[in-house]
């Protein structure tokens, strides 16, 4: 069983022997954020139960060295608990509907070229803007961004998803020299420190720099602190 639990103030407990792999944003010539690279393997125990550094202060990152207790880490975990579909915003195209809920945001920037995906869902009518709107919200490691197929009814729509293997990718931003947080992919289980667990979704982004005000989610913060994991 392929799941991860929250230690209070503590690190990422991971159970299954998910893969664990560094995931580089790739840039255009202009810098904006176009496709991802699978980078080194990491190798994990071969036990399958491994603990990932939550605080960013560990000498052996990505895993855990104790350093949460050496400072005093405060991990509280203050993101809401709401299930996503109460959380975002709608915004309607002519085929596609775009779902955001803002606070997941984890500055990775996929949803900028070519005019931003809010104003392509708007021309979602043209199939190839369609399938870009589809790809770049895909591509939302924190799954702030989400796309349905317009649906008759208001009730729902099908939801556009890449196909993942339950896997942990170290998110590594070489256009800002900094890393990012833990990219959680193919509906992985998150269970929070006091033992209940967040809603289950095809890709989350764990913050893994302390900084985040969302916790356990990233909110960017590993920017603004320069947060480097030395890769
Ligand atoms: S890793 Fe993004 S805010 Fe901590």
Redesign the pocket.
């Given at each position: 069983m392929n799941k991860i639990t929250i230690t209070v103030d503590g690190p990422y407990v991971v159970q299954g022997a998910m893969p664990l792999t560094h995931q580089h944003i790739v840039t255009n010539a202009q810098g904006e954020s176009v496709s991802w690279r699978q980078g080194k393997d990491v190798a994990v125990p071969t036990t399958g139960n491994y603990a990932l550094c939550r605080c960013?202060q560990s000498a052996n990152k990505p895993f855990c060295d104790g350093a949460h207790q050496r400072i005093g880490f405060d991990g509280t975990e203050t993101a809401s608990r709401e299930p996503y579909d109460v959380q975002a915003e709608h915004i309607e195209g002519p085929t596609l509907v775009l779902d955001d809920a803002q606070t997941l945001c984890?500055?990775a920037r996929f949803c900028d070229p070519k005019g931003q995906v809010w104003r392509l869902v708007l021309e979602s009518d043209q199939p190839a803007v369609a399938r870009l709107v589809e790809q770049q919200v895909g591509d939302c490691p924190g799954g702030r961004l989400r796309v349905r197929q317009r649906a008759q009814s208001p009730s729902g729509g099908h939801t556009v998803e890449p196909h993942f293997e339950p896997s942990i990718g170290l998110v590594q931003d070489t256009v800002k020299g900094v890393s990012?947080?833990l990219w959680v992919r193919g509906g992985v289980e998150v269970l929070s420190a006091e033992g209940s667990a967040y809603e289950v979704r095809n890709r989350v982004?764990l913050?893994?720099?302390?900084?985040?005000n969302n916790k356990p989610f990233?909110?960017?913060?590993?920017a603004s602190s320069g947060?480097n994991d030395g890769n």
């Amino acid at each position: 069983m392929n799941k991860i639990t929250i230690t209070v103030d503590g690190p990422y407990v991971v159970q299954g022997a998910m893969p664990l792999t560094h995931q580089h944003i790739v840039t255009n010539a202009q810098g904006e954020s176009v496709s991802w690279r699978q980078g080194k393997d990491v190798a994990v125990p071969t036990t399958g139960n491994y603990a990932l550094c939550r605080c960013g202060q560990s000498a052996n990152k990505p895993f855990c060295d104790g350093a949460h207790q050496r400072i005093g880490f405060d991990g509280t975990e203050t993101a809401s608990r709401e299930p996503y579909d109460v959380q975002a915003e709608h915004i309607e195209g002519p085929t596609l509907v775009l779902d955001d809920a803002q606070t997941l945001c984890a500055f990775a920037r996929f949803c900028d070229p070519k005019g931003q995906v809010w104003r392509l869902v708007l021309e979602s009518d043209q199939p190839a803007v369609a399938r870009l709107v589809e790809q770049q919200v895909g591509d939302c490691p924190g799954g702030r961004l989400r796309v349905r197929q317009r649906a008759q009814s208001p009730s729902g729509g099908h939801t556009v998803e890449p196909h993942f293997e339950p896997s942990i990718g170290l998110v590594q931003d070489t256009v800002k020299g900094v890393s990012g947080p833990l990219w959680v992919r193919g509906g992985v289980e998150v269970l929070s420190a006091e033992g209940s667990a967040y809603e289950v979704r095809n890709r989350v982004a764990l913050c893994r720099c302390g900084a985040s005000n969302n916790k356990p989610f990233c909110d960017g913060s590993h920017a603004s602190s320069g947060f480097n994991d030395g890769n």
